[in-house]
């Protein structure tokens, strides 16, 4: 697959694209087989007030209506975070075969605290992905550090939405 890092490296852009547009600071792509870029998703809570409109969430969502499960389960999809349980189980319901993400979901959860807008579950994606009959990797996490600086003064309740 195409370098993994620049990819990763590009939901962290996605993911300031979200927060510029007053959304939660998370992005996610699918990369096909050959590495490219297929599609791009960013969180989507605002305007429509959707709790499930995380970027993951709506990226297994759009890769479904566009592509069919033997092209899926070849494809990665890359996200600046590590996707939540409900992400998960729309990748694994999507037929996705592949998941690289950075900031993990125990990072984040030591990042948001309990901010109301995000109130994390720490549940790894692997263990919702072993609950399957579907095998799924998952690679992750990776350049955690820089994913977390995504998140820098986002969970900061003053600046909380």
Known sequence: MADEQALLRRTFEIARNARAHGNMPFGALLAGPDGEILLEMENGYYPDLDATAHAERLLATAASRQFREPFLAQCTLVSSA?????????????????????????????????????????????????????????????????????????WDREDAS
Not at 118 to 128: A, F, G
Not at 134 to 139: L, Q
């Open 82 to 154: 590590e996707p939540c349980a409900m992400c998960a189980g729309a990748i694994y319901w999507t037929g996705i075969g592949r998941v690289v993400y950075g900031l993990s979901e125990t990072r984040l959860k030591a990042l948001t605290g309990d901010h109301p807008d995000n109130p994390t579950m720490d549940m790894p994606c692997r263990r919702v992905f072993a609950a399957g009959q579907k095998v799924i990797s998952v690679e992750g996490p990776l350049l955690e550090d820089e994913a977390a600086a995504v998140h820098q003064e986002a």
